[in-house]
């Protein structure tokens, strides 16, 4: 195999249309909510829905294609995101088709960032890519999962804002690029050698998710990568109670900036990366917290420009911190558990995905800025014991990435 064929870029781009395809709801949710009668909690519902497909599939996918190989379960993602989309179509009729679509493009988001950034991560190195720098596999997958988390809202929302037909033309946008998409990825070659491949329960459980360093540093500060992106993206505009008219357009841009952040953010994680400590992880902690300062700052003064400065800090605090672990996770991963324990990083983070529903379900009872608080004070307390362990339980010898 020639070593100059870039062949991990058709499926890095594969898992950009499946990120575009994640989180083109995200500047929707201001029409779904003015246009159609939706409510706050319902809204915000179908961002946790998703993460009701995607963890499981995070959890089976990871290392279902340890086993069977890193192709069958990409363009599985791939296809269902198609599907997702469809279901999206007939999101005006009634809020069911857009919790159902919701449910499956987080069960394809789950299959794809399990599988194709392992695939992106295999294809970077030897024998099918010859002179990549050790992280490359990392970066890239990182880099095009992001970059399809900020096209689609940003798309989404641009059509939603100056299109025609502003509930289907974004989903048809999204299944016309798919479909090619997914006839090239189909062309790649597989990375996993069948000897390579045990049984499916013999990848279910990874030991190296166990290790403790996964537990004490990966784990508790994960979360907070999707945390931080939601927060600027969904919970910003909500604290700005004055925006009116023009909140559909806010939340376009907000989106824009906290995603956008989030890609253009990830060279500096890789060379904040240090494999003898959490440096990068406290970095991107210490951004979030900063973030939310902001946002507590916006809800308090009701200034937009300052929103739009909380989504931005915010978003770069998740793309550190999407890199960031990912790194961390893919040093500590055994090439037959590489699978498995990039869906465990994974679900971890996308656990955070459910900050914005449980802010509203307590909203009910509580003030938001309160919340916004007890997410602060969450967020310091993470990088507390982030730092304790930062230079402890280092993995033998760090693996390229």
């Known amino acids: ?21 994640a989180n083109q709801f995200a500047s929707l949710l201001a029409m779904y909510r003015q246009e159609y009668g939706f409510s706050e909690l319902a809204v915000t519902g179908m961002l946790g829905i998703y993460v009701a497909g995607l963890v499981p599939a995070l959890l089976l996918g990871g290392p279902f294609s340890d086993a069977a190989g890193r192709k069958p379960v990409a363009l599985g993602g791939i296809a269902l995101s198609v599907v997702a989309s469809a279901a999206m179509l007939f999101g005006t009729l009634s809020p069911v088709p857009l919790f ?46 992001a970059g399809g988390f900020w096209l689609g809202p940003v798309a989404a929302g641009l059509l939603a804002n100056w299109a025609p ?35 499916l329960r013999a990848r279910l459980i990874s030991s190296s998710g166990g290790h403790p360093r996964f537990r004490r540093v990966v784990a508790p500060a994960a979360p907070w990568a999707f945390a931080s992106g939601t927060i600027g993206f969904a919970l910003v505009p909500a604290l700005l109670t004055n925006l009116g008219e023009a909140r559909l357009l806010y939340t376009t841009a907000a989106a824009a900036l906290t995603l ?49 400065l909380a989504s931005l800090v915010l978003g770069a605090g998740y793309g550190l911190m999407l890199v ?78």
């Open 100 to 145: 159902a679509g919701r449910l499956l493009a987080g069960i394809a988001t789950g299959m794809a960032m399990a599988a194709t950034t392992s695939w992106i991560k295999e294809l970077s190195q030897a024998p099918w890519e010859g002179h990549a720098q050790i992280g490359a596999g990392a970066r890239r997958a990182s880099l095009f999962s």
């Open 1 to 21: 195999m020639p070593h100059h064929r870039r062949l991990w870029l058709p499926a890095g781009l594969s898992l950009t249309l499946v990120g575009w395809g």
């Open 260 to 308: 956008g952040a989030g890609v253009l953010i990830q060279p500096l994680a890789r060379r904040l990366d240090d494999p003898g400590s959490a440096r990068a992880v406290l970095t991107a902690l210490a951004t979030t917290a900063a973030g939310l300062v902001l946002a507590l700052l916006t809800g308090l003064v009701l200034d937009p420009r300052l929103g739009l």
């Open 324 to 401: 960031s672990g990912l790194l961390e996770t893919q040093r500590l991963a055994p090439p037959a558990e590489l699978g498995a324990l990039t869906g465990y990083y994974y679900t971890l983070t996308y656990l955070g995905f459910l900050a914005p529903t449980v802010v509203a379900l307590f909203a009910q009872w509580f003030p938001m800025l309160s919340l916004v608080g007890a997410a602060l004070l969450l967020c310091l307390a993470s990088g507390a014991g982030v730092a304790r362990n930062s230079r402890r339980h280092l993995p033998g010898a760090a693996r390229p990435a």
């Open 165 to 199: 037909a502003p509930a289907t033309l974004p989903y048809l946008l999204h299944m016309a690029l798919c479909v090619p998409m997914g006839l090239v990825a189909l062309r790649l070659p597989e990375t996993r050698a069948r000897g390579e491949r045990l049984g």
